[in-house]
């Protein structure tokens, strides 16, 4: 493959490709785990990420690259087999999550700074000999708004330490998902999100230029446009596809390799509704795709709830998600396909 930045991005967001983040922390597995009843601990964490990685249907039609944690790119099958060559002979690219996560932020209760920068060059270098060719910085942004959250402060901080990321990331020929998450998990409406969102936005593409991030080797993982989980009220696909394309084509250039969406908390299918409804109103100037973790993985984790005997069941369920947002990828999803599963 080659190994230019711009390709690689570009493979990323393949027509009807997306990307799976499987790159939940110790503390995070440990959660979802927790739900399926099943223990996490190294051998099920690599057990439960050799099942889909192995699940070929899913992964050489419709995964264009995966997200890892460091545990899991050191982490070899049952058989052996180093899992990151498992994910590469299926024709997709292994990536890692190089932040540290989200800390509070100093003087701004609330709001958080995600960390990670210190000896991230010397990481990527190693990352990049493990087989990584893209890589996934997270910053997170509440909203509170009655509250002052989020701050200008957080969102600066958080923009100039994304791109501080990102041009470490190209430097070591990695490319950079730049992600600036802005939560659903707030009492907001719609609109609020969208200015949030918006501001955001602004600030992370002035501070990509100010690093000399070169915007073609970067992708975009952003949120949907969407209100809050706890106002009440769920956005329809239709609105969620206007506000978001409203806001993008307002702040996020041409230039960039293409857009790959978090599911945020999303049910696994308002995911791909919304998904589909944004690519039904294109032309876009940007791939639209999915990166998802918790919309792809719900239901093979239900499935194989910590049983070899499950494996094939799991398997299929992740083909069946996945299957959905590659149509999805390419606007051609529709309800009923749900069901005749
Ligand atoms: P969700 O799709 O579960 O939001 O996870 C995507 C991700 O990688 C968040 O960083």
Not at 221 to 250: H, W, Y
Request: aromatic residues 6%; glycine residues 8%; proline residues 4%.
């Amino acid at each position: 493959m080659s190994e230019r930045l711009e390709d690689i991005a570009a493979a990323m967001v393949a027509d009807g490709k997306g990307l799976l983040a499987a790159d939940e922390s110790s503390g995070t597995i440990k959660k979802r785990f927790d739900v399926i009843g099943v223990e996490s601990t190294a051998d099920s964490r690599r057990d439960y990420r050799e099942m889909m990685f192995r699940a070929s249907d899913a992964m050489t039609k419709y995964i264009s690259g995966v997200i890892l944690y460091d545990e899991t790119i050191h982490q070899k099958a049952a058989d052996g087999t180093p899992l990151v060559d498992i994910i590469k002979a299926s024709g997709a690219i292994p990536g890692i999550k190089v932040d540290a996560g989200a800390k509070p932020l100093a003087g701004f209760p609330g709001d958080t700074i995600t960390e990670g920068l210190d000896g991230l060059r010397e990481r990527l270098a190693d990352y990049y000999k493990l087989g990584a060719r893209f890589a996934k910085w997270r910053a997170v942004i509440d909203i509170d708004v009655a509250k002052g959250v989020p701050s200008a402060t957080s969102i600066g901080s958080n923009a100039h330490a994304l791109a501080r990321y990102a041009a470490l990331c190209q430097e070591a020929g990695i490319v950079p998902i730049v992600e600036p998450e802005v939560l659903m998990d707030g009492a907001h409406d719609i609109d609020t999100c969208y200015e949030i969102s918006k501001t955001t936005l602004t600030k992370l593409y002035t501070e990509l230029y100010a690093a000399r991030v070169v915007l073609e080797g970067t992708i975009l993982k952003p949120n949907m446009v969407l209100a809050g989980k706890k106002s009440g009220k769920v956005s329809s696909p239709d609105e969620v596809a206007g506000k978001t394309i409203k806001l993008f084509r307002e702040t996020v250039p041409a230039a960039i390799g293409g857009i790959a969406f978090l599911s945020g908390g999303q049910t696994d299918e308002q995911a791909t509704a919304n998904l589909n409804a944004i690519n039904a109103i294109g032309p876009h100037p940007w791939k639209l795709t999915f990166s998802y973790g918790r919309a792809l993985q719900a239901a093979p984790q239900k499935a194989w709830s910590g049983k070899a005997a499950n494996v094939a069941a799991a398997q299929a369920a992740f083909a069946h998600r996945a299957h959905m947002n590659h149509l999805a990828a390419l606007g051609q999803w529709q309800p009923t396909l749900e069901q005749a599963a």
